[in-house]
């Protein structure tokens, strides 16, 4: 089982920032991948970011050049900085993580955090 611990929401105006983290712990052979999604109320859940051990990024277009998403592969953490926040961002955000478990067996999309409200003001 991985455990996923998310932090750093709050509450900032248009055009602030915040800086999102998330930990990773359990039972796991290794994590390869980790990420971020975000979901407003009434709406799907959508990707932000992800990032492999390797250190490859990918984001999604609506917050590219806004979004950093980086991570310390020793401390099994992840981070997302979020600049020129806009209202358009307010949701709640979910950590995510990827690898193969003690047994051997990989995961992806199985375990989640308990996600961190943003909330954007204009």
């Known amino acids: 089982q991985v455990q996923l611990v998310e932090s750093g929401g709050g509450l900032v105006q248009a055009g602030g920032s915040l800086r999102l983290s998330c930990a990773a712990s359990?039972?796991?052979?290794?994590?390869?991948?980790m990420g971020w999604y975000r979901q407003a109320p009434g709406k799907q859940r959508e990707l932000v970011a992800t990032?492999?051990?390797?250190?490859?990024?990918n984001y999604a277009d609506s917050v590219k050049g806004r979004f950093t998403i980086s991570r310390d592969n020793a401390k099994n953490t992840v981070s997302l900085q979020m600049n020129s926040l806009k209202p358009e961002d307010t949701a709640v955000y979910y950590c995510?993580?990827?690898?193969?478990?003690?047994?051997?067996?990989?995961?992806?999309?199985?375990?989640w955090g308990q996600g961190t409200q943003v909330t954007v003001s204009s």
């Open positions: 359990g039972s796991f052979r290794s994590i390869n991948a």
């Open positions: 995510n993580a990827g690898g193969v478990s003690r047994s051997g067996y990989p995961f992806n999309y199985a375990y």
């Open positions: 990032i492999t051990s390797g250190g490859t990024t």
